[in-house]
């Protein structure tokens, strides 16, 4: 509680100059307002910056929209002058038609409405010819079509990972450690598969199908005649690399922080003879048990010469059991202000103190002086 002691000095010296150099108080409050607006905008920025967080969202295309180019009249306009010898001097810009591209818009489950400019695979630029029509884009993109987005929360383990992580890994001992993966491209695709693995491309499109099943839209008991995602899950692969040790599944566990709140991660190290080495699922879900045998089956069936079979049987089998934890569990963490954003306070409170008491020392010299020479 170190910086509340910058705010709470500054309020009482300022107070006992105040008694003792002039009593303005108008000069007080406004000094004590300055003091309490900086205390809690470096306090709500630590917090933000160390609780935001984001988390990928998956759905699919579920609309279409498109709106034909168009030309836009621009009236002409005049503006006149008049110099200092009354002499009228006019500019006159002539009307134009400015023209307006086409727009091509989809709608998914999990993002609502957006533009696109670009064909599922990349390779078709839209343009003012194509497509003419809102079915002509639905050809592009068809209902169904797998969807993820980005999505920020307030993520207050992530202020308080300490608490969690293996007190044995020291994360500067694993350097090339991968990054989470949360960059949508405009395909409306992340690639959940973090590094290599048999087929590929076609695992991606499995898992992208799966993680829209999982966060289909279902019937909230709840809430009566809404919808909600049905297992809030976000399913994700980690090939860390061949025969390394399981050291780097736990290290991966806590550079992600466990992941977000909606993630099953499951990461692995295949064995240069095609089995699997080992095998490290996590997540914030309490059903350990799905943990275990997602480990059991990948370390059973081995590295194999594709993918897409895995992913069909883990995906399944969080299906079946997965249940997200509600981080409203967490709420009884304290997010105490950093180490930097206490220097940051003290620096910014001693300034203001400091410079308040210029201020009020300047003054009550000044007008002891002016009290001598009337004497």
Known sequence: ????????????????????????????????????????????SDFFLRTVDTEVWSGAVTDWDHKEEWEEWIAGSEECSTDSRGRKTC???????EHHEAVNKLKTSDNGWFEVSRSMDGRTRFTDRSPNTAAELA?????????????????????????????????NDYPELPEYPSFVSEVLHVDRIVGNV??????????????????????DPDHPGETKSWKQVNLIFVNMGTDLPQ???????????????????????????????????????????????????MMEQGYGKDFVPIVDHVAQMVADQFVRKQFADFNYLQIEVSETSTYIIWGLEMFVLLFYMYRCLLTFVRRRRNMTYDY
């Open 198 to 219: 048999p087929n590929k491309q076609r695992a991606l499109a499995a898992l992208a199908a799966w993680n829209t099943e999982l966060n289909k839209a279902v019937p």
């Open 247 to 297: 050291a780097y599944g736990y290290a991966l566990q806590d550079k992600w922080k466990n992941g977000n709140k909606n993630d099953f991660i499951v990461s692995f190290s295949p064995a240069s003879d095609g089995s699997m080495k080992w095998v490290h699922a996590f997540s914030w879900s309490e059903v350990d048990m799905l943990k275990l045998e997602v480990q059991d089956y």
């Open 139 to 171: 050809q592009y993109f068809p209902p169904g079509t797998p969807s993820a987005s980005v999505h920020l929360y307030v993520n207050k383990v992530r202020g308080s990972y300490s608490l969690f992580k293996h007190e044995d890994v020291d994360l």
């Open 1 to 44: 509680m170190a910086y509340w002691a910058a705010l709470f000095l500054v309020l009482i010296v300022g107070f006992a100059i105040e008694l003792v150099t002039g009593r303005k108080w108008w000069r007080y409050v406004l000094t004590s307002l300055l003091a309490a607006f900086l205390f809690a905008g470096v306090v709500a």
């Open 91 to 97: 500019t006159k810009e002539p009307g134009h038609y």
